[in-house]
Every structure is written in C-alpha cells, then in structure tokens.
C-alpha cells in the first residue's frame, strides 16, 4: 500500500470519526435536556480529555485520566511500530 494512500485514508478515517462523534454527543446533550427538564438537581461533571502530539518520532502524550492516558499510550505505541515498520520497508 503507498504512502500516499495511506496517509489519505488516515485523514478521511479522522473526519469521519469526528462526524459520527458530533452526532453522538449532540444526541446525549438532547437527552440530557430532557433528563434535566424532570430533575432540576444539578450534577458536577467532570470532563475528561487527552491529546496526543507527534513531533517526528517522539510523542507527547497529554491527558487528566489515567484510563484516558493508557489508551492514549496504547495509540502512540501502534503508531510507533507502523513508523517502525516502513522505515524498516517492511511493508
């Protein structure tokens, strides 16, 4: 599989799960409205985010969770080795 190919199948994957995301929260936000309307008690969330930054090989990994964080981790580790295994031409 090219590179190239490759890389445009990475972004078009990236949009569509930032799609179906929307899609998904704005439908838990419209349940949370009607769930709120019959209790009006107010609940503390916490909100939970991460990030990951790739600059060349080394990754910084960002986050507030710890759950959050290891499958953050587990994201940088896959991409590593894919890293890894075209610069070594495996594929």
Excluded at 13 to 24: C, D, F, N, Q, S
Excluded at 42 to 58: C, Q, S
Excluded at 78 to 85: D, R, S, T
Aim: proline share 2%.
């Amino acid at each position: 599989m090219d590179l190239i190919l490759l890389s445009v199948l990475f972004v078009f994957v990236g949009i569509v799960l930032i799609i179906v995301g929307t899609i998904i929260k704005a439908e838990e936000i419209e349940k949370e409205k009607g769930e709120e309307s019959e209790n009006k008690e107010k609940e503390e969330k916490k909100i939970k985010g991460g990030g990951i930054i790739l600059i060349g090989p080394v990754p910084i990994v960002i986050s507030n969770d710890k759950k959050l964080l290891e499958a953050l981790l587990i994201i940088v580790i896959a991409i590593l080795i894919i890293y890894l295994l075209y610069y070594l031409e495996i594929f």
